[in-house]
């Protein structure tokens, strides 16, 4: 598709993680490959209760369709109060890019399963709605994820190369890019671009830390590393949780945020436990960055475990360089994923890929995404 071709669309974004806190909301100004402007946003944190029906859901309890259809109001309602809060009529929103939520991801059995009803989110909204995002490169022989790499790719494309962007959410995942190569027939990106993009699931992010810390302190997350700055790794069991043949395989690659049990630490203090979950995340970050073509320049850092201190110090340490917030780039790692999907929703509308061979593992570079339009509800 040639630049003209391309529709430049103003798209709302939502997103909610592994971490089952809440939903992101983010309107970004697009055509698919350059990001023309990026605008406000807002967050909408889930209830407990909520929280617990999502996390009973994932555990193969309670009533999908049910579960669904509260999560999709939900996430109209986040639609419908960042639009008032910025005076902004939905006319105003060319499209939804609806991530849902994942319940069930399953890469080795080629099965992914996002709740959310598109259909009616537009109906609620009045606006066109993407969603379904990752089956179609599933169906290609995909892993499913990651899927923001196209959206690093977008930002990062006046930084010098390489840089790595590492995602610390519920899952952790890394984005490697380097130089993209002109070529006028092959157009992967728009703008005959194909693009210089490795990006792999590295292992844990703040799962099993959030778990940790609710079962043994009765809060959703470690807030600022308190309890594992406390406790001391235990080696043994590092160890342990690091022999899981995921880390030894060569990507691409992808995970289920309860790919990995607590069990292991179960004798462990809830200190010593949390340091040695933060020594974890950090050290399959580390094994990661072997698989790169080339080491980063910089180590840009996004999800909420950038607000570890404990965690963002092990990771420089491990890694023996230095690691940024991605707002020392100017971007918002509160809002990132919830920009992706905006993104991705207009790349899906401009028939552009969404996955590559290189992200994901699918065959060819892939377009995906489920349309929703207001008229067809």
């Known amino acids: 598709m040639d630049d003209a071709s391309r529709s430049e669309m103003t798209a ?21 490959v350059s990001v023309l402007e990026r605008g406000p946003s ?24 049910e579960v669904e259809a509260e999560l999709t ?56 709605v993407v969603n379904d995002l990752r089956s179609a490169d599933m169906a290609a022989g995909g892993q499913g994820a990651p899927f923001a790499p196209a959206y690093h790719w977008a930002l990062a494309r006046n930084i010098p190369k390489p840089v790595a962007v590492l995602n610390l959410g519920g899952v952790a995942n890394v984005t490697w890019l380097g130089d993209d190569q002109a070529d006028s027939e092959v157009d992967d990106l728009g703008g005959g671009l194909i693009p210089q993009i490795w990006a792999f699931d590295t292992g844990p992010g703040n799962a099993l830390l959030d778990d940790w810390a609710a079962m043994h302190i009765g809060a959703r997350f470690d807030r600022d590393g308190g309890l594992a700055s406390a406790g001391s790794v235990n080696s043994s069991v590092l160890e342990q949780l690091l022999q899981n043949p995921f880390f030894s395989r060569a990507p691409p690659k992808s995970l289920d945020r309860d790919a990995f049990s607590l069990e292991p630490l179960r004798d462990l203090s809830p200190e010593d436990g949390a340091a040695t979950l933060v020594a974890f995340t950090t050290q399959a970050v580390c094994e990661a960055a072997h698989f790169l073509p080339s080491e980063p320049l910089r180590w840009l ?7 570890n201190t404990v965690m963002m110090d092990e990771l420089a340490t491990r890694l ?12 918002d790692g509160n809002v990132l994923e919830a920009e992706a999907f905006a993104y991705l929703a207009v790349r899906a509308i401009n028939q552009l890929p969404l996955s590559w061979p290189t992200t994901t593992g699918v065959a060819r570079p892939c377009v995906g995404g489920v349309i929703h339009r207001p008229s067809n509800c």
């Open 301 to 307: 850092v996004t999800g909420g475990g950038r607000h």
């Open 42 to 65: 807002a967050m909408a944190s889930y209830s407990e209760e909520f929280r617990e029906r999502l996390s009973d859901l994932i555990s193969g309890v309670g009533d999908v369709l």
């Open 12 to 32: 709302l974004g939502l997103m909610s993680g592994t971490s089952r806190d809440g939903i992101d909301a983010a309107i970004v100004r697009t055509d698919g």
């Open 320 to 331: 023996g360089r230095t690691v940024e917030p991605v707002e020392d780039a100017g971007w």
């Open 73 to 128: 109001i939900q996430h109209a309602g986040l639609v419908n109060f960042l639009l008032e809060q910025n005076n902004l009529n939905n006319s105003k929103i060319d499209v939804i890019g609806f991530h849902g939520h994942t319940i069930l991801h399953a890469p080795d059995e080629h099965r992914t399963h996002q709740i959310g009803d598109g259909a009616l989110l537009s109906k609620m909204t009045g606006i066109t």
